[in-house]
């Protein structure tokens, strides 16, 4: 699958997110010490019906540090600013492992 990648500014910091398909927007959240990479074949299944949405978060692959504790807080808002930042008002959302908890 065809990199679509690019950096969003999310919270101060830059964000890596790739995006694949089209349609209504589902957020695909990766595991903890994983990236985007890691799920080719669900992301390819999910594009042909739905635009998928797939940040690394932060201190992830392509996503730096950032300061202070890692937290689901953090990375919750960081996961809000990625859909304000691509006016996404809604999404659904799928999650693996540190994805789900999310």
Do not use: C, W
Not at 27 to 36: A, D, I, Q, W, Y
Not at 64 to 82: F, H, I, K, N, S
């Amino acid at each position: 699958m065809a990199s679509s990648g690019r950096y969003l500014r999310v919270g101060g910091a830059r964000a890596y997110v790739e995006e694949h398909g089209e349609g209504e927007p589902l957020l695909l959240l990766h595991g903890g010490f994983e990236t985007v990479d890691m799920l080719p074949f669900l992301t390819q299944h999910l594009a042909k019906v739905r635009r998928v949405i797939a940040p690394e978060r932060r201190g992830h692959g392509r996503t730096a540090d950032q300061p202070g504790p890692t937290t689901y807080e953090a990375m919750t808002r960081d996961m809000l600013a990625v859909m304000d930042a691509l006016r996404i008002e809604a999404a659904d959302i799928v999650g693996y492992s540190d994805g789900a908890n999310i």
